[in-house]
């Protein structure tokens, strides 16, 4: 029978360590008295049984069971125990490919990784047969991946210094202001629209060429009024959200409209703006090396996933 094609998802994450293994946490196996069990999928010469699938897809099951309600349950729920039995697949693939590879996970390896495991708070017990095959498998999958899939991978300086260049966004310092603050505050519970018709009288004051200092120094509720309303030096990140925004694109030397926040009504003057910064190359290098690894191994393990799919015997009988 012709082989089936199935969706690529990744199975084992390039990244993942001893203690991501999530699949250890599995509910007990259906009763024969509620499943009568069957085939569903056969990969080379592994039958994956409809057992399997159930048990694989239960904990998601629950989850989408108690989000959803009626065809939209029933459409997820299909979808779901699809995508379970395509990891399966894949799985059992890279599997036989490590058996074909002679990898071999040790006793001691085993054990190593169930006390890291549940030093991490998992809960492993290995005199449960499933427990501690899903432990060796596991440690396999990881095993598999590295030789086949994470050896091959070199990233060059010049791919890291490009990347940079692609994303130095990402690798920004927050941006630097140096802020002057009008500050109205409600003289009590009910005084709001006493203290916006002040903001707005200042506002007029500014419009008609009134210093910023002087009116900050005369009715500024704020800390630094004495100063003239500075504020001094201030971090992106450290200013109430609406005022981030409102300054966000102001120049130097220009004031903003009346900010209304929890601690009343604002007018802010941008004093200066620090041009943008970026974390130079050679700090962020090593760093840059681990995401273009990250990036160029799932390239790679997609291909080395396909290629098993396409050398493979795949039958679903779902």
């Given at each position: 029978?012709?082989?089936?094609?199935?969706?690529?998802?990744?199975?084992?994450?390039?990244?993942?360590?001893?203690?991501?293994?999530?699949?250890?946490?599995?509910?007990?196996?259906?009763?024969?008295?509620?499943?009568?069990?069957?085939?569903?999928?056969?990969?080379?010469?592994?039958?994956?049984?409809?057992?399997?699938?159930?048990?694989?897809?239960?904990?998601?099951?629950?989850?989408?069971?108690?989000?959803?309600?009626?065809?939209?349950?029933?459409?997820?729920?299909?979808?779901?125990?699809?995508?379970?039995?395509?990891?399966?697949?894949?799985?059992?693939?890279?599997?036989?490919?490590?058996?074909?590879?002679?990898?071999?996970?040790?006793?001691?390896?085993?054990?190593?990784?169930?006390?890291?495991?549940?030093?991490?708070?998992?809960?492993?017990?290995?005199?449960?047969?499933?427990?501690?095959?899903?432990?060796?498998?596991?440690?396999?999958?990881?095993?598999?991946?590295?030789?086949?899939?994470?050896?091959?991978?070199?990233?060059?300086?010049?791919?890291?210094k490009r990347?940079?260049?692609?994303?130095?966004?990402?690798?920004?310092?927050?941006?630097?202001?140096?802020?002057?603050?009008?500050?109205?505050?409600?003289?009590?519970?009910?005084?709001?629209?006493d203290a916006?018709?002040?903001?707005?009288?200042?506002?007029?004051?500014?419009?008609?060429?009134?210093?910023?200092?002087?009116?900050?120094?005369?009715?500024?509720?704020?800390?630094?009024?004495?100063?003239?309303?500075?504020?001094?030096?201030?971090?992106?990140?450290?200013l109430l959200?609406?005022?981030?925004?409102?300054?966000?694109?102001?120049?130097?030397?220009?004031?903003?409209?009346?900010?209304?926040?929890?601690?009343?009504?604002?007018?802010?003057?941008?004093?200066?703006?620090?041009?943008?910064?970026?974390?130079?190359?050679?700090?962020?290098?090593?760093?840059?090396?681990?995401?273009?690894?990250?990036?160029?191994?799932?390239?790679?393990?997609?291909?080395?996933?396909?290629?098993?799919?396409?050398?493979?015997?795949?039958?679903?009988?779902?």
């Amino acid at each position: 029978m012709k082989p089936v094609s199935l969706r690529q998802d990744r199975l084992v994450p390039l990244k993942a360590t001893l203690a991501l293994i999530g699949i250890l946490a599995l509910p007990p196996t259906f009763s024969a008295a509620y499943l009568e069990d069957r085939i569903v999928a056969v990969v080379n010469s592994d039958l994956i049984m409809l057992s399997d699938v159930k048990r694989e897809f239960e904990p998601e099951q629950a989850r989408i069971s108690r989000q959803h309600r009626g065809d939209e349950l029933a459409q997820r729920l299909k979808m779901a125990e699809y995508m379970a039995l395509t990891k399966m697949i894949e799985r059992r693939l890279q599997l036989q490919e490590a058996k074909a590879r002679k990898v071999v996970v040790s006793d001691q390896e085993v054990k190593q990784a169930v006390e890291h495991m549940k030093r991490q708070g998992e809960t492993i017990d290995l005199s449960n047969p499933l427990h501690a095959r899903n432990v060796r498998d596991q440690l396999t999958l990881l095993k598999v991946v590295d030789r086949e899939v994470r050896s091959s991978v070199v990233v060059g300086d010049s791919e890291m210094k490009r990347y940079y260049q692609e994303h130095r966004d990402r690798f920004a310092l927050p941006e630097e202001y140096t802020l002057s603050q009008i500050l109205i505050q409600p003289r009590s519970s009910d005084g709001t629209a006493d203290a916006l018709a002040k903001a707005r009288q200042i506002m007029d004051e500014l419009k008609r060429g009134e210093k910023f200092e002087d009116l900050a120094m005369q009715y500024s509720d704020g800390p630094n009024a004495s100063r003239g309303g500075r504020l001094g030096l201030v971090q992106q990140g450290e200013l109430l959200p609406t005022i981030e925004r409102a300054i966000a694109f102001l120049v130097p030397g220009g004031i903003s409209d009346i900010i209304e926040s929890s601690e009343g009504f604002h007018i802010i003057r941008v004093d200066e703006k620090k041009p943008k910064q970026f974390r130079p190359f050679e700090e962020v290098k090593f760093e840059i090396q681990e995401l273009v690894f990250q990036q160029k191994s799932e390239d790679v393990f997609q291909s080395w996933l396909v290629d098993l799919k396409n050398k493979a015997y795949i039958e679903i009988k779902f």
